[in-house]
């Protein structure tokens, strides 16, 4: 067991090798670079700042840098904002994105799991009904619409919540329920149809035989069964809305994490590029592998060797 | 003998995209007290639904026929309230599945498993006196080692010995009645006849009634004192064990009798069988449910479904032959009294 897992982290650790070496050819493969402007910029200029950055070494040369850097912890400086390092981009913008999404898979848990639930026992009743059609609505409409539809009656219309930032605890709310939003109803449909299917299963009606209740039938021996497919799914659910969301903190002005996905990219911005996708990376492999140590106390009949 | 369970006209009903599923179409017996009735009848024959509708375990599309009578030790089940059936579900009345793999819960300890049998019915026990007559349940039905067993998980037991593990849940509350629906049909023969046996001196320990439920003669023969044949959702006969094998009363019954391949078998011929398939329940024949396959079958079979014919004590059997005016030519029951 602990075996399996020494075996898995030094598994993790070639995938980020990997994810390393991929991200950096990409982004170089990119034409243009983080120097190159609209405006006419004098050659030597463009050359001297290359050369400042070591952007004129070959490129397994900076890759070697880079990683070096890396070994000690050091993402780089950025190059698009003078004086600023990735380092301070994330120690900034990860406790903010992070308590967001913190709060965010909480509210996903306790509103999707028990909805799931709801919806499967009051199966193709009105509340099933009611349920489904509200998580098809959460899964197909894009964030984004979601969000503008919020502000519009909840800031704009009623002026009940702040249509942006997070000064407040009632700034959270628009946030958590937009970003929130897709994950609840994905969710719910996965708990209820998966409930649904174990419900059917002969030792369901063995535990009926004994006598249970249909409450404790489904509290004791459905919703273990019933849940594992959901952790599978929760654990890269929870790196995604940790590492922040470039929609929703743009939407409601949130200085997260979120925003650098995007703007790096388009800025080529290479350091903080390599920056975000690594611990993104970092944080989904830790919750796959979470996910498994979870699954392994769940479920005895698996043994990992 | 006093009866302990009396089943009046039950009728199944299943709902489907398809249509209604008539899987039991009013089947009507008694169960004495320790008496060990046996079911009888190939897939679809409506003998596992029959069974599953006495505690209402069937899915929620089943429907059971408002005039369906369930008495058991004097009390109606069928307008029993969802609470007053969990009082007896367990405790009085208990079962025992075909597929022993998947009906113990994955996830939970067997001698866990066994115990919340216990628990739900007797919240005075404590946790002590739970795992010592788990214990004692583990040695009744021969699971060696109890003490590590109980707390291993049911991947961990090969087939027979979950039975076991099921066999020790149904009595852990003695039950009165103890319904197997084909406890031994997904076994390998050894431990087929090792669990029959066992069941027997269980019952004879515990004097309890059992409902067993097959599609297998031979294992009727071994356990059962009374039979019941069903086909197409209807008991075809009934008759005490010998009787029935001493002389069917019934076409079906010799039938299924002709199939059992003997041990001096000529293993070059084909084994006999009874030619085409059960009926589409969703439409049931007018007439016998067997008439499309009897080989005596004549134009009224189709037609009309027979009356039952009082064969003797505890024996009845449903067929047009045995009438007094049925003609004697192609009539194997009058062959019998020539003879």
């Excluded at chain 1, 949130?254 to 944080?283: C, E, H, W």
């Excluded at chain 2, 996830?107 to 866990?112: D, F, R, T």
Aim: proline fraction near 7%; aromatic fraction near 8%.
């Amino acid at each position: 067991m602990a075996k399996y897992f020494a075996k898995r982290v030094g598994m993790m650790i070639l995938s980020m090798l990997a994810i390393c070496l991929i991200t950096f050819s990409l982004m170089h493969a990119v034409p243009g670079g983080p120097f190159t402007s609209d405006r006419k910029v004098a050659e030597e200029v463009e050359a001297a700042l290359n050369e400042k950055y070591g952007l004129d070494k070959p490129l397994p040369v900076q890759f070697l840098s880079y990683m070096k850097g890396l070994l000690h912890g050091d993402f780089g400086p950025s190059y698009k904002y003078t004086g600023k390092t990735v380092n301070e981009f994330i120690e900034n913008g990860f406790p903010v994105s992070g308590r967001l999404g913190f709060i965010t898979i909480v509210f996903v848990l306790l509103a999707s799991i028990p909805m799931g639930i709801l919806a499967a026992v009051r199966n193709g009743k009105w509340q099933d009904m009611l349920i489904m059609a509200a998580a098809t609505i959460g899964v197909t409409i894009p964030s984004f619409v979601i969000a503008s539809i919020l502000v519009y009656f909840f800031s704009y219309r009623l002026g009940w919540m702040p249509s942006y930032g997070l000064d407040s605890w009632k700034g959270y709310i628009l946030p958590v329920v937009t970003l929130g939003g897709y994950s609840v109803s994905y969710l719910a449909r996965l708990t209820r149809s998966s409930l649904l299917e174990v419900m059917g299963q002969d030792y369901i009606r063995t535990a009926r035989a004994k006598g249970l209740s249909e409450f404790k039938i489904i509290t004791r021996h459905a919703l273990r069964n019933a849940l594992l497919p959901v952790i599978t799914v929760l654990g890269p659910t929870v790196a995604n809305l940790l590492t922040g969301s470039f929609v929703v903190e743009n939407i409601f002005a949130i200085p997260g994490l979120g925003k650098y996905f995007v703007n790096s990219v388009s800025q080529r911005d290479y350091t903080t590029i390599m920056g975000v996708t690594i611990f993104y990376a970092a944080f989904l492999m830790a919750m796959v592998l979470v996910v498994d140590v979870f699954y392994c106390l769940i479920d005895p009949r698996i043994q990992y060797e | 003998m006093e009866a302990i369970l009396t089943v009046n006209n039950l009728k199944t009903t299943f709902l489907t995209g398809s249509g209604a599923v008539q899987a039991v179409r009013g089947i009507s017996f008694q169960v004495g007290k320790g008496e060990i009735v046996g079911i009888v009848g190939e897939s679809g024959s409506g003998k596992s639904v029959s069974s599953m509708s006495i505690l209402r375990l069937l899915p929620g599309t089943a429907r059971i026929d408002r005039e369906s009578s369930i008495v058991f030790d004097g009390q109606e089940l069928t307008g029993l309230t969802p609470k007053q059936l969990r009082q007896i579900r367990g405790k009085r009345i208990s079962m025992i599945f075909q597929d022993p793999m998947s009906s113990l819960n994955p996830l939970i300890p067997v001698g866990k498993q066994v115990e919340e049998m216990l628990k739900i019915h007797h919240k005075e026990l404590t946790r002590e006196q739970l795992r010592r007559q788990v214990l004692e349940l583990f040695g009744q039905v021969r699971i060696p080692e109890p003490e590590k067993r109980l707390k291993e998980f049911p991947h961990q037991f090969s087939g027979g010995m979950r039975q076991r593990v099921m066999i020790a849940m149904a009595l852990a509350n003695k039950p009165d009645l103890l319904i197997a629906d084909e406890p031994t049909t997904a076994l390998d023969v050894t431990i087929q006849d090792q669990i029959l046996k066992q069941l027997r001196t269980l019952q004879q320990e515990s004097g309890a009634s059992i409902i067993f439920i097959t599609h297998d003669l031979g294992v009727v023969a071994e356990l059962c004192q009374r039979v019941l044949v069903m086909y197409g959702g209807l008991i075809m006969e009934e008759a005490p064990i010998d009787d029935l094998f001493e002389n069917p009363g019934h076409p079906y019954t010799m039938g299924l009798m002709a199939s059992i391949p003997a041990l001096n078998q000529d293993k070059t011929g084909r084994l006999p069988s009874i030619p085409g398939s059960p009926p589409d329940m969703t439409n049931p024949p007018q007439g016998c449910p067997f008439a499309p396959r009897c080989p005596y079958a004549r134009k009224i079979c189709a037609a009309q479904c027979p009356p039952y014919v009082s064969l003797g004590e505890n024996r009845r059997s449903m067929c047009w032959l045995l009438q007094p005016d049925a003609p004697a030519e192609n009539n194997p029951f009058r062959k019998e009294a020539a003879r």
